[in-house]
């Protein structure tokens, strides 16, 4: 059995050493607007598998995460409810989609008071360390898997709610402009992409944590 980390942890180092900066001087960075990208994908990630394990949360939050119940004082599952309630409470996640939450939960935990607007303005291009894009990443992935464990009810809701076709001609219009899309819209309904993450994510347990694989397989 290879050491591992936890799938979030390994998965997030990959994906931000695909996209990172790397100038000839100075230190290499991700713009605030990639890092987004990936904190709302390792979000979605999380409550779709949050959602598949919630009756196995101990050992999805080891293999997942690479968090145990040994780290703390609490279970893991009182510990994803409280994460839970806090989000629950500040946020109608029915009417938001995954970009909208991200947005908003990052500008209240920075305490923003601007509108998304101008947030976007002033925040996408800035430049920020692997470092602290591997700790937002994390943390919406846990967020997302809370929500996942206690609510897999609204993980659908905000999947339907982000992955909505567009109108013919908008679509047709974006492309016409260059936009590096593909030419037709392709929706992946949340089963299809549930069992693409399963299957990825199974996978990464045979290799690195057998025995935990061996738990979750027969879900």
Request: with cysteine; aromatic share 14%; charged share 25%.
């Amino acid at each position: 059995m290879e050491q591992f980390a936890g799938y979030v942890i390994d998965l997030s180092k990959a994906g931000i050493d695909q996209q990172l900066n790397k100038p000839f001087f100075g230190k290499s960075y991700l713009k605030f607007g990639q890092c987004v990208i990936m904190m709302m994908s390792f979000f979605q990630l999380g409550g779709i598998l949050g959602a598949k394990y919630a009756k196995k949360c101990d050992s999805f939050a080891q293999a997942f995460l690479g968090i145990t119940r040994e780290n703390g004082t609490i279970t893991i599952e009182s510990y994803f409810n409280k994460i839970n309630k806090m989000i629950v409470d500040d946020f109608d996640l029915t009417s938001m989609n995954v970009f909208s939450y991200i947005l908003n939960a990052y500008k209240q935990d920075i305490k923003y008071s601007g509108n998304d607007e101008n947030f976007i303005h002033e925040y996408f291009i800035k430049k920020i360390s692997a470092g602290v894009s591997m700790q937002q990443i994390q943390l919406f992935a846990l967020r997302g898997a809370s929500i996942g464990v206690t609510h897999p009810k609204l993980i659908k809701i905000l999947y339907q709610n982000t992955h909505i076709k567009e109108s013919e001609d908008r679509y047709k219009l974006a492309v016409s402009c260059g936009l590096n899309i593909p030419e037709k819209q392709e929706i992946i309904p949340y089963e299809e992409e549930e069992k693409i993450d399963i299957t990825e994510f199974l996978e990464y347990c045979k290799f690195y944590c057998p025995d935990l694989h061996d738990v979750l397989k027969d879900n």
